[in-house]
């Protein structure tokens, strides 16, 4: 069984984020962690080839310190690790990020592709797909529990109804929700393994996508960066024992009931 | 601007989401809608009440679970024929995906987890949040069609009283689209008015201390006419059912009035409910991040508060 595990790069959650003003894209120029939410797919991806055999291969596009990243990923268990990089993909928007991920997946022909549940820079839960229908195979998303039974993914996930269960043949595309398990902290070992296992970059050229990444490969672009609307003041009171009753008065007031 | 709005149906009634998007685009451009699955010609009748004057309805065989792939196949031969302009989408587990995957399709740019849309210079400008909701951004569209993917609750139907011409129409589904298959389904309900309904939502976390105390929650809702919520914490913990769940994993709401209780505000479950008219917070830690977000916050025992609350409610008739 191979697996590819598609993670990104984004700010550390210590970081305070920023939008560049100037490019209107966002500061990716403080310390970078792995995608927290990744880091669900690797470990369920760790768990099938532990069950199963086979190979744990990361895919990622990012700037090229990316590569610390994906050598967290690596510490935990992954084989190696494929980064594109390149200048002309900065600014892809989800067009051009699913053109580049989905051709650098198929040069790995992997029978499982696995996502994340979210990025927590661009909020963004949507890639897998977008992928999936570049690679014309079946996706499954939101999946909170994941069986590999023979040639086929079996998933189950939440909806706003209730529960679903999904089954696909292979070679699938699946994004797990970060309720489908406990990811492991590398132990020592795999720390001081992770720096020897392969890492591969690779150019837009190397996949054939020159200009077919970044801004002339997007199709939505950033107008306007503004405050938020605000909520206005607030009020912040200790219960005296009159609580309730400031609270009724309060919502009363605003007509609320 | 010409609109295609994706509508979903649920037990032959149409979601809310979709109807909030719809009423939108009737009020910027020409908006039509479509319906995809069993039952679907029925159901896009009744969109015509909130500014649809075509809607397009698909029964296919191969549409009837609710599966992201053969919609995106029905969506990108529509949106061919019908040379919309700009395909919107409410956003829901199913809509992101097919969202997405017409992206991919068509090229086309899609700008997601919007909480407006407006014209601007007869060109389509959307309104969408970022950096936990610290900075509203303005977003574009470079090429038509324009795909959009809005935030849940952030829309409101608006009902018009219109009437939809309801077209039918066949699609062709790639080999590829139809491998995945629904093998099982369960469906959870929760009593009262579900909390996209709701005007008056009661919503608890962690800190009510054990499942029990949901019942504190419950008769304040009763007395308010609400909804009880409950967060991700709670509803993985088994307290109380994932359809009451408020937050990035779960709906997202927008009632006029919002009573947190033992809530610590943590971003997961702040982009589900900040859109809410009025924010009330009781949480017993004055540093909780919800003081940093809502209306009128107590520090307190929602033990003590909410009980003494609902019969102030109750007696006031």
């Known amino acids: 069984m191979k697996i590819a595990v598609c993670v990104k790069n984004v700010p550390d959650a210590t970081v305070h984020k920023k939008i560049d003003p100037q490019t209107k894209r966002l500061d990716r120029s403080g310390e970078g962690a792995l995608n927290p939410t990744d880091l669900n797919a690797v470990e369920e991806a760790i768990r099938i080839r532990e069950a199963q055999g086979g190979e744990v291969v990361l895919v990622s596009m990012g700037l090229p310190k990316a590569v610390d990243a994906l050598r967290k990923a690596l510490a935990m268990g992954a084989d190696r690790a494929v980064l594109v990089s390149d200048e002309g993909a900065a600014g892809s928007d989800l067009v051009a990020t699913s053109r580049v991920l989905a051709k650098a997946l198929e040069r790995e022909t992997p029978d499982l592709v696995l996502f994340g549940q979210a990025s927590s820079d661009g909020d963004g839960a949507v890639l897998w797909a977008a992928v999936a229908d570049r690679l014309r195979r079946p996706v499954l998303s939101q999946v909170a529990e994941l069986t590999i039974e023979g040639e086929a993914a079996k998933g189950k996930r939440q909806t706003e109804h209730g529960y679903d269960t999904i089954s696909a043949p292979l070679p699938a595309i699946v994004a797990v929700s970060d309720a489908i398990n406990e990811p492991r902290y590398p132990s020592l070992k795999g720390i001081m393994g992770a720096k020897s296992k392969p890492q591969e970059t690779l150019s837009l050229t190397d996949l054939g996508l020159e200009g077919d990444a970044g801004e002339p490969g997007s199709r939505t672009t950033v107008l306007e960066l503004g405050p938020p609307p605000s909520r206005g003041d607030s009020v912040k009171i200790e219960d005296d024992g009159s609580a309730a009753e400031k609270i009724l008065a309060y919502v009363t007031e605003r007509r609320l009931l | ?317």
């Open chain 2, 1 to 317: 601007m010409r609109f295609l709005v994706f509508l979903e149906h649920h037990e032959g009634q149409l979601e809310k989401g979709g109807l909030g998007v719809l009423s939108k685009a009737a009020s910027l451009g020409d908006a039509e809608g479509v319906v995809l699955g069993a039952g679907a010609a029925e159901a896009a009748a009744r969109a015509g009440a909130f500014g649809a004057a075509k809607v397009y309805a698909c029964e296919d065989e191969a549409l009837a679970s609710p599966l992201p792939q053969p919609r995106i196949d029905a969506l990108a031969s529509l949106v061919e024929k019908t040379g919309a302009e700009a395909v919107l989408f409410g956003a829901s587990v199913l809509a992101a995906d097919v969202a997405a995957g017409l992206a991919a399709r068509l090229e086309a740019g899609l700008n997601w987890d919007l909480v407006d849309l407006e014209v601007a210079d007869g060109e389509l400008v959307g309104k969408r949040p970022a950096l936990s909701d610290t900075v509203l951004v303005d977003v574009g569209w470079s090429d038509s069609p324009r795909l959009a993917l809005v935030r849940s609750g952030a829309l409101d139907p608006a009902e018009s009283g219109g009437s939809a011409e309801v077209e039918t129409f066949e699609a062709t589904f790639s080999e590829f689209s139809t491998l995945a298959t629904l093998v099982d389904q369960t469906q959870e309900e929760s009593s009262g008015p579900s909390i996209e309904d709701a005007d008056v939502i009661v919503a608890g976390g962690r800190g009510l201390g054990s499942p029990e105390a949901f019942s504190l929650l419950e008769e304040l809702a009763a007395a308010l006419g609400g909804a009880v919520a409950a967060t991700r914490a709670v509803v993985d913990a088994g307290w109380y059912p994932y359809a009451t769940q408020v937050g990035q994993t779960g709906k997202t709401v927008a009632p006029k009035l919002y009573i947190a209780c033992g809530i610590s505000g943590a971003i997961q479950h702040k982009v589900g409910m900040q859109g809410s008219g009025t924010i009330v917070a009781i949480n017993k830690d004055a540093n909780a991040p919800i003081f940093d977000f809502c209306d009128l916050g107590i520090v307190g025992d929602l033990h003590q508060v909410v009980p003494k609350l609902t019969e102030l409610v109750r007696a006031r008739g």
